[in-house]
C-alpha cells in the first residue's frame, strides 16, 4: 500500500516514556477484527486512554471514560510524532500496531530500540521507526515535556533528527528510504524500474 511521499517533517511530538511498550498495549487485541487498516486509531493504546466502569452485572457492558492522565489526552500534546521509552514495538507480530499508530496521525516514533518486527511492519506502513540513543532520546523527552511547544526536525533525505540545536543522525535501510522518499510500496517501487527492467530485457 503505497503512503504520502516522506522528505523532511517538522511537528511537534508526543512523549510517552514507557518502556517495553508491546503491540498488545498499542493495539489489543479485542480489535483486531477488521479486515482493512482504516479505523485502528481510534483504538490506539486503548486500555491506556479509557478508564472501564464495570457494569451492575457480567452481562451487562462498562462505561468508557476518558483516562485523563494518560498523554494522548493531554490537550497540550499534539504532532506528528511519538516519542516512546525503550524497547517499543515488543510482544506478539501484529502488522496492526503500526496501521493504528499511522491512522491515529503519527508519521514517526522515537525510540532508542524497536522490536524488528514491528520495525519491519512499521516500514512497510510508511511509520517511520527512528533509533537514536538513550542519550539523545532522553533530551528529547525532557524537551517536549518541558516545553510541548517544542517542534522537531525530521530530515529523512539526510538521516538527521534535530530539536533545537541538538541533532543526532539515524540508520535506515536504504531500499525503505527510497520507498518512503518516493511513497512507494513494493509493488510501486517494482513498477518504478519498469524502463531499466525492459533495457536489461532487451540487452540480454
Known sequence: MSKDKFTTLKTTAVPLPNENIDTDQIIPARFLKATTREGFGDNLF?????????????????????????????????GKILVAGKNF???????????????????????????????????????????????????????VEEKPSTEIVVDLENQILQVGAVK???EI?????????????????????????????IAH
Open 168 to 170: 543526532e543522525s539515524f
Open 46 to 78: 486503548r486500555d491506556w486512554r479509557y478508564n472501564l466502569i464495570p457494569g451492575p452485572s457480567p452481562e451487562e457492558k462498562g462505561v468508557e471514560t476518558p483516562n485523563k492522565d494518560f498523554v494522548l489526552n493531554d490537550a497540550k500534546f499534539s
Open 89 to 143: 514495538g515488543c510482544g506478539s507480530s501484529r502488522e496492526h500496531a503500526a496501521w493504528a499508530i499511522y491512522d491515529y496521525g503519527f508519521r514517526v516514533v522515537v525510540s532508542s530500540f524497536f522490536a524488528d518486527i514491528f520495525k519491519n511492519n512499521a516500514l512497510n506502513n510508511g511509520l517511520l521507526p527512528i533509533v537514536v540513543s538513550d542519550q539523545f532520546l532522553k533530551q528529547v523527552l525532557q524537551a
Open 173 to 201: 535501510n536504504t531500499y525503505k528510504k527510497t520507498c518512503m522518499i518516493n511513497g512507494y510500496d513494493d509493488i510501486d517501487y517494482l513498477l518504478s524500474l519498469n524502463k531499466e527492467i525492459r533495457e536489461f530485457d
